[in-house]
């Protein structure tokens, strides 16, 4: 695994969680200004990582077939799918607030239905993995959890909420641990993602 694959199951979560962190000082979402853009720009970094990290997590898997081939490329084709919809989502509302035109808020980005879309979609390449004993059961779990918790927190209470950035955490956690592999180490990644060698036994 390449040493940006590695980086971006820590960087992606943490850099939407900083995006989170930095509309504190507004509380709104106005677009213009230092805060705004900021957290706008660490959002836009950390959906680009999350399709480094959905290449890396796909390469994983290594050569498989049948109707688990089939799952693995449906989850990652609708997670890059719902990213790059975010990603544009995300550049066209920075274009227009640096045109000072109205702008999507930062909730409509971040937490609209294209991101809903990848995080559904990361669960279940974790979840796929898990079943193919290339990611642990704890990791794909504790990922899922942080997607749950992000979404209670919400639907619930908002993005003002402590609930959404304590999901986002959770699932900085839960894709720290897909790195992982399932034996602590950083795993080797199939041809394409990373290094073109390819784990015994897949």
């Known amino acids: 695994m390449n040493r940006l694959t590695q980086i971006s199951f820590t960087a992606a979560p943490a850099a939407l969680l900083g995006g989170w962190l930095l509309m504190r000082p507004t509380g709104s979402d106005v677009a213009g ?26 390469g994983m898997a290594g050569p498989v077939t049948g109707g688990r081939r089939v799952a693995l490329e449906a989850a990652t084709g609708v997670a890059l799918l719902g ?23 930062f909730e409509t980005i971040v937490y609209g ?14 979840v796929t ?24 927190g919400m639907y619930q209470t908002g993005r003002e909420s402590a609930l959404a950035a304590v999901g986002m955490a959770l699932i900085w956690l839960g ?27 897949r």
């Open 129 to 152: 993995l898990a079943a193919l004993r290339q990611v642990t059961a704890v990791s794909a779990g504790v990922t899922t959890l942080g997607m749950v918790v992000l979404a209670v």
């Open 33 to 58: 200004g230092f805060w705004w853009t900021a957290a706008h720009v660490a959002c836009l970094a950390g959906f680009l990582m999350f399709g480094v990290m959905t290449l890396g997590l796909r």
């Open 175 to 201: 894709t720290l641990l897909l790195g992982r592999g399932t034996s602590g180490q950083v795993p080797r990644v199939g041809p394409g993602v990373g290094s073109p060698e390819v784990g015994a036994g």
């Open 83 to 105: 990213l790059t919809a975010a990603v544009v989502r995300l550049v066209m509302g920075l274009y227009a607030g640096f045109a000072g035109e109205q702008a999507a808020g």
């Open 113 to 126: 239905t294209e991101a809903q879309v990848f995080f559904g979609a990361l669960v279940a390449l974790a």
